[in-house]
């Protein structure tokens, strides 16, 4: 089942902070953060296994917390380059298939 | 070497065409993939091989073919399509055989106009 990701699509400033949340109504193994340009292949930020652990990219971190089967996704102190659509993955269990969200739009202005 | 190389960029076929996407890894990784995006939507898998054989298949039809010659290469061989698969075509692979807990490397695609 397709974890659901909030909000669908967030316009920020330069410097500003934003948090892309992402849900699923099964109980989680993993969650794998990806962004994708417009017209580039998406490209692997991290991934957090079940245990709750935070983890970085730069200045993009993110949160697992598996009891709420949800995490975030922080995108502190904004950059132009933070621009792109944001998905989510989710396992349910070790061995099973990874299965996107519907994805944030994230536009980062000067 | 961390590219995930596929071609053609771009595909126009019709709807009796035979064609096919190629992909193609130097990375030694084990699995690789197929997906499927709609413009706006999220990649959908299609197939995974491990070690050159096909793992899964997520109930793709049947006009859609993999192939995996070597552990290097993917092929997707297309038939008969319709004009809803439409789509952009993503290869990717990955290190470990399995999605869980594995980065998956995601070529640019091939995006396909079926007429």
């Known amino acids: 089942q397709q974890p659901v990701q909030s909000p669908q699509a967030v316009i920020l400033r330069e410097g500003e902070d934003a948090v892309i949340n992402c849900s699923s109504s099964k109980a989680l193994y993993s969650v794998h953060w990806y962004r994708q340009k417009h017209g580039e292949a998406p490209v692997f930020l991290m991934i957090?296994?079940?245990?709750?652990e935070q983890k970085g990219h730069e200045k993009i971190s993110a949160s697992f917390n598996e009891k709420k089967q949800q995490s975030s996704l922080y995108l502190t102190a904004s950059q132009l380059s933070y621009s792109g659509t944001y998905f989510c993955?989710?396992?349910?269990?070790?061995?099973?298939?990874?299965?996107f969200g519907g994805g944030t739009r994230v536009l980062v202005k000067p | 070497d961390t590219e995930v190389t596929q071609t053609p960029k771009h595909l126009v076929m019709g709807m009796t065409n035979k064609k096919s996407l190629k992909c193609e890894q130097h990375m030694g990784h084990r699995a690789m993939y197929w997906y499927k995006q709609k413009a706006k939507k999220p990649p959908e898998l299609m197939f995974v091989y491990s070690y050159e054989k096909l793992s899964i298949n997520e109930s793709v039809p049947s006009r859609f073919s993999p192939e995996c010659p070597n552990s290097s290469l993917l092929n997707l061989h297309l038939h008969a399509l319709q004009p809803e698969d439409s789509a952009l075509y993503l290869c990717?692979?990955?290190?470990?055989?399995?999605?869980?807990?594995?980065?998956?490397?995601f070529g640019e695609g091939s995006r396909l106009t079926v007429l």
């Open positions: 957090l296994l079940k245990g709750g």
């Open positions: 993955g989710t396992v349910a269990a070790a061995g099973n298939k990874l299965t």
């Open positions: 990717a692979s990955s290190q470990v055989v399995s999605e869980d807990t594995g980065e998956l490397f």
